[in-house]
C-alpha cells in the first residue's frame, strides 16, 4: 500500500495540513523530525494535536545530534552559502532514512508567496519525491491557519504569541534568519537562548544577520552582514502573524473538528 505521510513540525500550518491529510487518508502516518531544539511548550501542542488528531506523532531523530548546537559545533559551520547543516542533519538525514519509494509526502506549506516558491523550490530539488501541499491545494495562508487553529480550542505554541512566524527551533534561534528583527525579538524574549548562541556565533566569526544593504557601482546589491550581537539594543521587533479575516473565513477549525 502506498504510505501517506504527513510531516509535522510543532507547527500551526503543519497540524492543519495534517488534519486535511487524516480526513483524505485515514491511515496516514503523522512524522516529526525532532532537532532537539524546539521551545518547551511545544511539547504541549503537540500532545493536544495528537489527541485532534486521534492519532501518534511519529518521532524521528538523529542519534549522532543532540540539538543544533551539537550540529554546528561538529560542523564549525552554522548558516552561509551551503545553506544551515542543522536542516540537513536534523530533518533532511532523518526523512531520508525514514522514506520508501511510492511514499505520498504532505508538507504545511502555505498559499503565501515566499511559501509557495519554498514549495516550488522543494520540489525541483527533490524531483523523485511525490510531494503535496494541501494548505497551498486550498488557498489557504498562515494566517488563516492561525484562525482555524483558535477555532479548535487548541492552544497555539506559546511562541506565536511572543511574536515569532513560526515555533522552528526556539531554544538555539533559526540561523537561517537574516533579519534583525527576529533576533532582536529572539534576544529580547529568550536573553540567555540568544547569549549562547551569539558566543557561538563569534567563535565560528559567522556573521549571521544583514544589517544594512548598498548598490554597488555596478548596480549590484551588497549585503552589509554582522554578528547577532552587534543588532542595537533598541532595534524593532518583529510583530505576531494576525488571524485573517478574507473570503476563507468559512474554512476553519470547526471545519476540520470530525
Known sequence: MTRHIGWYSDGIASAIACKYLLREEPEALIVKCDTGSEDE?????????ARWFNREILILKNPEFEDNYAVWTKRRYMSGIAGAPCTMEQK???????????????????????????????????????????????????????????????????????????????????????SPDYWALFRKVF?????????????????????????????????????????????PTLNPVAPACDFLCHINGQDLAA
Open 92 to 178: 533532511v538525514t532523518p526523512r531520508l532514512a525514514f522514506q520508501q519509494p511510492g511514499d505520498v509526502h504532505v508538507f504545511g506549506y502555505t498559499w503565501d508567496k515566499l511559501d509557495v516558491a519554498r514549495f516550488e523550490a522543494f520540489q525541483k530539488n527533490y524531483p523523485d519525491l511525490i510531494a503535496r501541499a494541501p494548505l497551498i491545494e486550498r488557498e489557504i495562508t498562515k494566517a488563516n491557519c492561525l484562525a482555524m487553529m483558535q477555532d479548535t480550542g487548541i492552544e497555539p505554541p506559546r511562541t506565536y504569541a511572543m511574536g515569532f512566524p513560526n515555533a522552528n527551533c526556539l531554544q538555539t534561534g533559526c540561523v537561517k534568519a537574516t
Open 191 to 235: 536573553p540567555d537562548r540568544f547569549a549562547k548562541t551569539a558566543a557561538l556565533a563569534r567563535e565560528l566569526n559567522v556573521r549571521l544577520v544583514i544589517m544594512d544593504r548598498e548598490t554597488l557601482p555596478d548596480g549590484r546589491v551588497h549585503n552589509i552582514r554582522g554578528f547577532i550581537d552587534d543588532i542595537p539594543a533598541d532595534w
Open 41 to 49: 511548550d511545544n511539547a504541549r501542542f503537540r500532545a493536544e494535536c
